[in-house]
């Protein structure tokens, strides 16, 4: 079997792939693509499998390439979707195109005169120049409705199963512009494979067939499971359903590191598989170190350093760290305003008068202040049964906050319980 498809079974990272395969890709070095749709100004954790994917395939001696869909994000891919995509202008698409460009290009080698170095390209460069007369001449005639309609992507949404009002024609024709992507890349670019998330399976294949008719050539699609969490449930969101970007303007790196801090000992052991470029061996030793003392969180914790280090770089991981190791120790006179903001980043707040903070008493400050609790006497029974802290540290109803209290002279945190946050910010 070819070394990088071992690679991607050890891993748990393979679904499917077309016959041929294997042997393509051990007979020479095979150029494969992964196409990314600008649907947002940053990609976020759910397409760091795709980018990874490309990473090993890389490393494996293939040449990788990295789509950008200006072309097909104007229309949306309704694999796995519900609903219609809301369209974007043309202006805001493209900054979207230069944002993924710019965030592509730090986790492949562009660099270099190697055959396998990487490229990006952006299929709007060879879609833009092609009128719909003869598109529908030179590409649609190759593919029957039939064949098309008999994606489990097209199925769904017309028998209703996904609780979609069926498809627009702009959307029915998005697998059969992807499959010109793969036919142009072959004849271009010498692409001999589309690699992508086992919802892609019926675009990748719709390409393949393309070829078949039109260029007389083979081609070939691997594809990768799509990830959820050891439970089954959603991977990649907050519990309020927020992404987690790779950007690190729309997710601190702290957030970002938490995330995967914050794994379950079954999800740790898949993801450390997954999402890090650790070996086998040390994997392995890792798990079964973990085993014998979980509450350590070893595993958690090296997943949390690869992948942080990996998207965002040692000097952010180590930021990361250092905050993480601030919050959850007892005190917090140590934290930096750049800190506290990057930690807490996202939380409700108020900015107060420095007049109603200091010397306020705490019952005022939680409720008619700052708004956290919506009444006195809310504050004052949460007070009484313990449940509230200042910068980590429990108080009662005789405290008032002092000058010394402020994090760096101008937040308070204050929290109810453990998971309920609000800053004071003081002007």
């Known amino acids: ?34 196409g990314f749709d600008p649907t947002a100004d940053s990609l976020h954790i759910g397409s760091l499998i795709q980018i990874k994917i490309l990473a090993h395939f890389q490393q494996h001696g293939h040449k990788p390439i990295a789509l950008v869909g200006g072309a097909t994000g104007m229309i949306g891919d309704p694999s796995g979707k519900s609903a219609e995509r809301n369209l974007l202008d043309e202006a805001t698409l493209l900054h979207y195109v230069d944002c993924l460009k710019n965030q592509l290009s730090r986790f492949l080698d562009f660099s270099g005169n190697e055959p396998n170095k990487a490229e990006l390209v952006n299929n709007y460069d060879w879609m833009k120049n092609i009128s719909f007369l003869d598109f529908a001449k030179n590409v649609g005639k190759n593919i029957t409705v039939n064949y098309m309609m008999a994606k489990d992507s097209v199925k769904k949404r017309f028998s209703g199963e996904s609780g979609a009002e069926g498809m627009s024609f702009t959307e029915f024709t998005y697998q059969l512009i992807q499959g010109y992507d793969f036919l ?98 040390e994997i392995e030793a890792l798990i079964e170190e973990h085993k014998t003392a979980a509450h350590e969180r070893k595993l958690q914790k090296k997943l949390a350093e690869e992948v942080t280090v990996w998207v965002h770089g040692k000097e952010e991981y180590e930021k990361a760290l250092r905050a993480s190791e601030i919050l959850f120790s007892k005190g917090m006179e140590h934290m930096t305003g750049e800190i506290f903001t990057e930690i807490f980043d996202g939380i409700s707040n108020c900015e107060v008068a420095k007049s109603d903070v200091l010397s306020v008493n705490i019952v005022d400050l939680l409720s008619e202040k700052s708004g956290f609790l919506k009444s006195k006497s809310e504050a004052t029974r949460e007070l009484k049964g313990n449940s509230i802290s200042v910068n980590k540290q429990k108080v009662n109803e005789v405290y008032t906050a002092n000058e010394s209290d402020l994090i760096d002279g101008k937040f308070l945190l204050l929290q109810k319980g453990k998971k309920s946050y609000f800053i004071v910010k003081v002007i």
């Open 1 to 34: 079997m070819n070394s990088f498809i071992e690679e991607l079974k050890w891993r748990g990272l393979f679904a499917d792939m077309m016959p041929g395969t294997d042997e393509q890709l051990n007979k020479e070095v095979t150029t494969a693509y992964i």
């Open 184 to 281: 142009h890349l072959y004849q271009n670019n010498n692409v001999k494979l589309q690699m992508g998330g086992s919802d892609q399976w019926g675009n990748i294949t719709t390409g393949t067939e393309l070829i078949r008719r039109k260029a007389q050539g083979e081609a070939f699609a691997l594809t990768v499971p799509l990830i959820t969490k050891a439970d089954g449930s959603k991977f990649g969101k907050s519990e309020s359903g927020e992404n987690y970007w790779l950007d690190k303007k729309k997710t601190s790196p702290y957030k970002f590191y938490q995330f995967w801090l914050n794994a379950t000992d079954a999800d740790a052991e898949r993801f450390i598989k997954f999402y890090t470029f650790l070996g086998k061996e």
